[in-house]
């Protein structure tokens, strides 16, 4: 059984303190979800299988979309945990962004993020390519980059931003997405390459 983490998250600027409650119960319900079916399954294993197929499909699809919104939310909390710090213009990781992205990976990221629909975008690191591969996952399993690790995690779901910006304030929930980030987690991430 897997618990939900507590995270130490100081006063975000943009992101309200009732945004980030909602947005952290959520969370527990991808936790408390993942479980219940974790559970449901380990029944139905003892079973005849063909007796529950339907419903044993439907769990198994349902797995996914929970695991990942779990796993990805802690991804997205981890990030603002300690201070927003700048990213390190002398660092590896800014190095490697202005070697592959000239300058403009935040803009290319930014409109990852804008893209129209449910989802994240996530920028994962290629350890084998040596590169960056920048992407958008719709919902939360759909998409994935299989095996390379997630670097950096911005939910654009409606939920994170809906309460503090409106139907249409995604952009500006990702500009306070960005003031608030740690920088220095991310580049721990990066360095682990």
């Known amino acids: 059984m897997y618990e939900a983490k507590k995270f130490d998250l100081p006063k975000l600027e943009g992101i309200s303190d009732e945004s980030v409650k909602q947005h952290l119960a959520l969370y527990e319900g991808y936790v408390k979800n993942f479980n219940a079916i974790a559970a449901k399954l380990a029944e139905y294993a003892k079973e005849d299988t063909e007796k529950h197929a339907l419903a044993l499909g439907e769990l198994i699809r349902r797995k996914s979309f929970e695991f990942d919104g ?26 490697a ?43 939360q399993h759909q998409g994935h980059l299989v095996t390379l690790p997630v670097i950096l995690a911005l939910d654009v779901w409606e939920h ?15 500009e306070a997405f960005f003031k608030n980030l740690n920088w220095g987690l991310v580049e721990k991430r990066f360095a682990a390459f």
Do not use: C
């Open 70 to 95: 779990m796993r990805l939310h802690e991804l997205y909390f981890a990030q603002f945990e300690g201070t927003s710090t700048p990213l390190s213009v002398n660092g590896s990781l800014a190095k």
């Open 97 to 139: 962004f202005e070697k592959e992205y000239r300058g403009y990976f935040q803009e290319y990221f930014r409109a990852i993020g804008n893209m129209r629909g449910p989802g994240w975008a996530i920028l994962y690191y290629d350890p084998i390519g040596k590169e960056f591969q920048a992407g958008f996952v719709g919902e």
């Open 160 to 174: 994170a931003f809906l309460l503090d910006y409106g139907a249409t304030g995604k952009g500006k929930y990702i």
